[in-house]
């Protein structure tokens, strides 16, 4: 038997061995020795464990045997030894066998009914102990060094690793959405964003119905450059500076001119309180996409102050500049938030400050310039006190005011006060 189970172990220990090392082509052959002889100190560990294990079996079975002749030999009832199991029993449970219990009987009766005192099993005492022990240590280590954090703390680590992660997946979202990708959604938290964002950035031109204004009327069927979401997201994006569109691309994430384009579709068919007279062409949702290339003001690619001064690019920057299309390089404001030109392209401008229409005409570019960068009137000082525009960006602003005050004939200047208060200023930088 017990050849039959060194056998059986050695086929299970060894083949695998055997296999491994066939399989193993490149190992050395010292390192297979060493493979095979572990393997072998493995199984003869296993068979002499085996044998042990079989031999005390055998002593046991002798030494009940011999206990068991002793007793019908003096004529009385062979003991029973307890096995394992009962040992275990024992040891666990302490208890007390039946016929003992008048030994653990205590004095009190209640209807007959006795109390023993047996001893608490030590299973649940070492549960007891555990816990005391496991108490201690829970307060040593998160209430007096701190070594784990406590439930609200690990509470607000993972809420900020969700926004983490959240802030990740919303990063890749806004790079997956441009005017190509971009979808119609009426997802209505997707719809309430694009509303408040047109409410607060969009009225200025276009009413807060979407009616329009200085910009053209979003809620009827006819539109300037197509009226798909694609083409609604795309001069979101980039604007038309010419018409005094700016672009949105700096100032919005992505997600954002999405909810709004989104939200100018639902304005489709609705009926505001003064609808502006249409313009452009028919929109057809069958039509092919209208996708203008980039307007290249919008690549805003700067030149220098020695730039030709009649190009046209300097001066279709120069008009950006003016209109807040194009923002200044120090953040501040465009100048038609107080001033006017007479020009075919940009709407009109505000009438707080003098017509510059002819400005170009009326002041030489050292007046202009000393003007635009060291501003003497309060308003101007404290608009441009921290954001000065800079020389760069006046020279593209003069090419801008050359170009309508004299390259187009009928540009007129509207505010005749402006005359007398541009040659007050020219003739105080004379003094």
């Known amino acids: 038997m017990l050849a039959r ?3 059986s172990l050695l086929s299970i220990v060894l083949f695998p061995a055997w296999s491994f090392s066939q399989n ?10 060493m493979t095979v002889f572990v393997v072998l100190m493995v199984i003869v560990s296993m068979f002499v464990l085996v044998v042990a294990i079989y031999a005390l079996i055998i002593l046991r079975r002798l030494l ?4 068991e002749r002793r007793a019908i030999k003096k004529g009385v009832r062979p003991e029973q030894l307890p096995g394992f199991w009962q040992k275990v029993s024992r040891s666990l449970t302490r208890s007390t066998p039946v016929l003992e219990e008048e030994t653990i009987l205590m004095d009190h009766n209640y209807d007959g009914i006795r109390e023993l005192d047996n001893y608490l099993p030590p299973w649940w005492k070492a549960l007891f102990y555990f816990t005391i022990v496991w108490a201690v240590i829970y307060l040593l280590v998160y209430h007096v060094f701190n070594l ?13 690793k969700a926004e983490a992660a959240l802030e ?4 890749l979202l806004s790079e997956s959405i441009n005017e190509n990708t971009v979808e119609f959604t009426d997802d209505l938290d997707i719809l309430a964003n694009g509303e408040s964002v047109f409410k607060s950035q969009c009225v200025v031109c276009h009413a807060a119905d979407g009616g329009g204004g200085v910009g053209p009327n979003l809620t009827d069927e006819y539109w300037l450059h197509g009226g798909s979401i694609k083409n609604i997201y795309w001069i979101i994006k980039y604007g038309v500076p010419e018409k005094g569109m700016i672009s949105w691309q700096s100032q919005l994430p992505s997600e954002v001119i999405r909810d709004v384009a989104c939200y100018i579709i639902t304005l489709k068919g609705t009926t505001p309180a003064d609808p502006k007279e249409p313009q452009g062409e028919h929109y057809d949702e069958l039509a092919p996409l209208i996708n203008p290339e980039l307007p290249p003001i919008e690549q805003d690619r700067r030149p220098t102050i020695s730039s030709v001064r009649d190009s046209m690019n300097n001066i279709q920057i120069g008009r950006g500049l003016f209109s807040g299309s ?8 465009g100048c038609i938030t107080c001033h006017h030109v007479t020009d075919d392209i940009l709407p009109p401008g505000a009438l707080i400050a003098p017509d510059l229409t002819n400005v170009y005409s009326r002041l030489d570019e050292k007046t202009i310039i000393k003007y635009a ?11 441009y006190n921290t954001k000065m525009v800079t020389e760069e960006e006046v020279a593209l602003l003069i090419s801008f005011f050359e170009y309508v005050g004299t390259e187009t004939a009928h540009q007129q200047q509207r505010d005749k006060r402006a005359a007398g208060f541009l040659d007050r200023i020219k003739k105080s930088n004379q003094k």
């Open 5 to 7: 189970i060194f056998l």
């Open 24 to 33: 193993e082509t490149s190992t050395s052959n010292q390192e297979s020795i």
């Open 64 to 67: 009940l045997s011999e206990m």
């Open 148 to 160: 784990l954090p406590l439930s609200g703390e690990e509470y607000n680590r993972e809420v900020a």
């Open 168 to 171: 990740v997946q919303k990063s």
């Open 326 to 333: 194009i923002r200044l390089n120090n953040g501040g404001p």
């Open 373 to 383: 960068t060291t501003p003497y009137h309060p308003t101007m000082q404290e608009a």
